[in-house]
Structure formats: structure tokens, C-alpha cells
């Protein structure tokens, strides 16, 4: 144990180390059972002569707060339970963050699960290969597979390969591993490409309704956040401020809409991008999972100028709990986005690129892929049929073929139906969310978001049982 004590100077040195030892005892810090440091070790760490390490235990135990003194050690011995709870850290002086943190709204705490829990943006933990993924993690643990040194900020080269090579193959996205940066998640990939072109008050686009936690990064570095309305087509181009220096969207799945970007959309903001010379965020975080209808090229496949960044993610495919992302770069940024990455947090953890570069390679995330694609297939399908079934023309389901979420509307009805009836629904055990704090401003649509990637078909089919009898006939 590392254990602390303070000596403030070198009188009554013993009595100094009595009394630390004491005090941590006292408010649980050394919990009882726990081994202190032999005397030897504690005088050797301090500074002190093992006598005085010893009068120190004597007393304690002379006071029964430490027993043992025998080969095994000494122990802590658990202190009577009337003694005050440990203080928190010191609240001290009010310290000022920069100003942006306090304008930022907290993101709202994630509801606690609901028994039929349609929540969204989770896939489902019982598929992931718990299996494989052991066995491939346990051979990289080994000291003749890790090394001491720090590693690429851009990331493990057999995964940065892997990677190139998995995209260019389920998206046609075209990168070599140079162009591929592994990342903590989109949400990384996110803050490194603001860091490295945002200057503050700088304007970003944002679809609206969109994904909060991208509008809220862009926010806390300092930009001008504008939302720009999503339609039938996607991203309302039109609507686009003059000045936006960046744009992110999620063509292939609009977030939380469902919507996939038309082609004509999807030439208009990169005609719109090269004439601004604004830059896009192509966020494809969930294009794995495509159900119908034929893919659309990428916007970083159309784009002929270099000005589009693709950001991808194994949260959907994996977990989102492993922060595995990835992001392309043009070369024109490459060196300042590897530096930011290198600043930000010297690189992502070694192991799990490893494992991931191997699952990939070895063909498993293929296999996973198709396996994890038919499972949410057949759960898209049911709830799409069950919200029909139950709910008739009194939700309007938006379109949509992929991803792991869809959305539906009321047909009638504002804020208060939809923050009834999720309240209701919430009642009586079914966890849906509302459309609304999707939207920056002021929603323009009602209704929910409906994830299916936890839930599994007798789920879905009970879930929407009891959702609609919440709702006792309101939609
Ligand atoms: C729009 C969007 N982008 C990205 C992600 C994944 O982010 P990350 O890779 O940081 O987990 C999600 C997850 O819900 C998402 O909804």
C-alpha cells in the first residue's frame, strides 16, 4: 500500500506518524483489513529509522486501531462506526472556468432504464463477441505483445490499415491507413477537427433537430453553434449561414430524424462548401446497418476538393462503452489534426486497436456484421409494423432503413401531448424519448424517438402493448 503521511517537519516524528495514520483510520481512508506497509518499508519511504515507524504502530495499537504485528503484517483494525465520515476535498476558493462552461446547458441525466426501454443510440450488449474479443485482448496482454514506449498519435498501423480497408469496402470511402485516424469515438474525432479549425466565434452549422453532444463540443470551443433545419430531402442547404466555417451532418442516417440525404441534397452542400469554402463533417455512424434501398455515395466519395472529413464508430457495431472511432482525414490537415490528437491525449489505448485490428482482419467483424445486421433488421421491421399496428395514421413514422433508432410524429398535437404521454408511458414501464430536446430552438415536430438495439422482438411486441395502452387512445 502507498500509503501518505505528512511530516511537517522532524519533531516528534513518531508522534507525527501516529497521528496521520490515526486520522485516516478514523474517517475510513485505511479501511479495516487493510495491510499497512511493514516498518522497514514505511521508515525506508519517510526517512525515518524503523524505531520510530514502530513507537508510531505501538501506540495505534496500544489504542486497538492496528493488530497483527506478526510475519503476516499488521492490519488495520476497523474503527468504531460513531467516528465522522470521511470530509470531502476542500471547496476552497471559487475557481472561474473560462465563461462558455457556465453558458453551456448540462445534458440532461439519461433516465434510469425502463422496463421496456426504447432507448436510443444503444446496440444490444448480448451480441457483442464477449468471446473472441477475451481471447484476442488476452494475447495482447502479454509483455512480449505490449511495449513501454508511447505510441502513433494516429494510431496502431495495423488498424489504421484495417480500417481503410473496412471502409473502403462497406462505404467506398476512399483513404489508405495514412489518410485514417483511430480516435475515442466520434466524439473525439469531433473535437479534434474543431480544435484544429475553429477559432472562436467562428459559425457551425448543425442540423436541427440534431445530435446534441456535437453541438454542444462546437459550443464549448467557442463557436457560433446555428442550427439549419433538416426536411423530407435532409439538411436544408438554402438555410445555411453565409458564414458557416464548418457544417456537420449525418447524411446517411439524419440524427435523430432517420432521414437519409437526397443526392441532389447532397451536390447542393458540396457546390454550397467549395463556393463558401466552408468544411463538412460527414458523421456516419451507423451506416453498417442498412436495411433497404441502395446505399448512397458517400459525401467524401463525391467530393472532389478534399473538403469533406469522414468520422466513423464502432459504438454501434462494437460498444459504445470501448470509445472506439476513427476519422479521415484530407492531407491538407493531417499534420495539425495528429498533433491535436498527440495533445489531446498521446493516443488511444494500444490493446483494444490491436484486438480491433485483428477482428477486422480475421474477417470476425464481417461475420459480426452480418450476424448484428439481420438480428436489427428483423427488429426494425417488427416495430416499424407494431407502431403501425397500434397507432395507425396517429403517428406518422418517418422514413427509414437503417441504424439502430427510428422516429415517428404526432399526427396532432404539441409539447404538452408529447411531454404527457412520454410521462405516461415512463409510468408504466416503457422508456421512449421525446422528440423535442433533439431540437436547439424551438421543436417544429413532435413525438419520439424510438431506439430498438436493446430490445428484443417479444420486447418490442410488449413494449408497444403497453405504450399504446398508456397513451389510452391520445394519438
Ligand atoms: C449522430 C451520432 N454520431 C456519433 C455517435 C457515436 O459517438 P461515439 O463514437 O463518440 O460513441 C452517435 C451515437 O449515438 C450518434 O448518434
Redesign the pocket.
Known amino acids: 500500500m502507498d500509503l501518505h503521511v505528512d511530516l511537517k517537519d522532524r519533531r516528534d516524528l513518531a508522534g507525527q506518524i501516529y497521528r496521520g495514520l490515526r486520522a485516516q483510520m478514523l474517517d475510513g481512508r485505511l479501511r479495516g483489513g487493510e495491510r499497512v506497509p511493514p516498518t522497514r518499508e514505511l521508515a525506508r519511504r519517510l526517512g525515518v529509522s524503523r524505531n520510530t515507524v514502530s513507537v508510531a504502530y505501538e501506540w495505534l495499537a496500544a489504542e486497538g486501531l492496528l493488530t497483527g504485528r506478526t510475519r503476516a503484517g499488521s492490519f488495520v483494525q476497523a474503527p468504531p462506526r460513531e467516528h465522522p465520515p470521511r470530509g470531502r476535498a476542500t471547496a476552497g476558493v471559487k475557481l472561474r472556468p473560462r465563461a462558455i462552461w457556465s453558458e453551456l446547458r448540462t445534458p440532461r441525466p439519461p433516465e434510469p432504464p425502463a422496463r421496456h426501454d426504447f432507448r436510443?443510440?444503444i446496440p444490444d450488449a448480448t451480441l457483442f463477441p464477449f468471446e473472441a474479443w477475451r481471447r484476442l485482448m488476452a494475447r495482447q496482454l502479454r509483455a512480449s505483445a505490449m511495449t513501454a514506449a508511447y505510441a502513433d498519435p494516429f494510431g496502431h498501423p495495423e488498424l489504421r490499415e484495417a480500417v481503410a480497408r473496412h471502409i473502403g469496402v462497406s462505404r467506398g470511402v476512399r483513404a489508405d491507413a495514412t489518410d485514417v485516424l483511430i480516435t475515442?469515438?466520434?466524439?473525439?474525432a469531433l473535437d479534434l477537427i474543431g480544435r484544429v479549425l475553429l477559432e472562436p466565434g467562428d459559425c457551425v452549422a448543425v442540423e436541427e433537430p440534431g445530435?446534441p453532444?456535437?453541438r454542444l463540443l462546437f459550443q464549448s470551443l467557442g463557436a457560433r453553434v446555428v442550427p439549419v433545419p433538416v426536411d423530407a430531402e435532409g439538411l436544408d442547404v438554402s438555410a445555411l449561414p453565409d458564414d458557416a466555417r464548418l457544417v456537420y451532418v449525418?447524411p446517411s442516417h439524419q440524427?435523430p430524424l432517420g432521414i437519409v440525404m437526397s443526392p441532389p441534397r447532397r451536390r447542393a452542400l458540396l457546390d454550397w462548401a467549395r463556393q463558401r469554402d466552408a468544411v463538412v463533417i460527414e458523421?456516419d455512424?451507423?451506416s453498417e446497418f442498412r436495411f433497404g434501398g441502395r446505399p448512397l455515395e458517400t459525401l467524401h466519395s463525391l467530393d472532389r476538393s478534399g473538403r469533406v472529413l469522414y468520422?466513423g464508430?464502432?459504438?454501434?457495431v462494437l460498444l459504445?462503452s470501448l470509445?472506439?472511432?476513427f476519422l479521415v482525414a484530407p492531407p491538407s490537415l493531417q499534420r495539425e489534426l495528429g498533433l491535436a490528437k498527440q495533445v489531446s491525449d498521446s493516443h488511444s489505448q494500444l490493446p483494444a486497436q490491436a484486438v480491433l485490428a485483428r477482428f477486422i482482419d480475421s474477417g470476425m467483424l464481417a461475420r459480426h456484421l452480418r450476424k448484428t445486421r439481420r438480428e436489427y433488421e428483423l427488429r426494425h421491421a417488427r416495430l416499424t409494423e407494431g407502431l403501425a399496428r397500434h397507432f395507425g395514421s396517429g403517428l406518422r413514422l418517418l422514413p427509414s432503413v437503417a441504424g439502430l433508432h427510428l422516429s415517428a410524429t404526432f399526427a396532432r398535437g404539441g409539447a404538452r401531448l408529447e411531454r404527457t404521454l412520454t410521462g405516461q408511458a415512463r409510468a408504466a414501464g416503457v422508456g421512449v424519448e421525446a422528440l423535442s430536446p433533439y431540437f436547439a430552438g424551438t421543436p417544429t415536430r413532435h413525438g419520439w424517438v424510438l431506439g430498438y438495439g436493446a430490445l428484443t422482438l417479444d420486447g418490442i411486441d410488449e413494449g408497444l402493448r403497453r405504450l399504446r395502452a398508456s397513451v389510452a387512445g391520445a394519438l
Open positions: 436510443v443510440g475515442h469515438g466520434a466524439q473525439q445530435y453532444p456535437a449525418t440524427f458523421d455512424y451507423d468520422v464508430s464502432f459504438s454501434k459504445p470509445r472506439l472511432g
